[in-house]
């Protein structure tokens, strides 16, 4: 089997296992083609961003991602920061570039919880006078 690096990104609710290795610039998500399951514009290009960042060619690598939990965001913003991690693991001296464009900082805001006389986190009931 092929060496590969393995990054685990999280946010939201998502939890995506990304998995790098030396190809053809394959990206497949949950076994199927990576733009086929992210098909919001702009999202495959927003997950491809660390190459950029550390100027690799992002063909010169197969990405393979399983991606659970939470909706298209947050899925799209799991699959970066783990495909930054792997980067990283693969190679230290890009932490640096991967840091100063933001993306290995793990977005910790998750939904607030409900709290009890209320409709939501801060929703109150509508106020009646009488």
Known sequence: MA??????????ESTARVRLTAGSGKFTVNEKEGAVFFSRFGD?????????????????????????GGGVAGQTEAVR?????????????????LR????????????????????KARKAPTYTKR
């Open 3 to 12: 060496q590969y690096f393995e990054g685990i990104g999280r946010r939201k």
């Open 44 to 68: 495959v290009a927003d997950i491809m961003r660390p190459f950029g960042a550390v100027g690799e060619a992002a063909a010169k690598y197969d990405v393979t991602v399983l991606v659970n």
């Open 100 to 119: 100063k464009k933001g993306l290995l900082t793990r977005d910790a805001r998750i939904k607030e919880r409900k709290k009890p006389g209320l409709k």
């Open 81 to 97: 920061l783990g495909v930054a991690r792997a980067l990283q693991i693969m190679n230290a001296d890009w932490t640096s570039a």
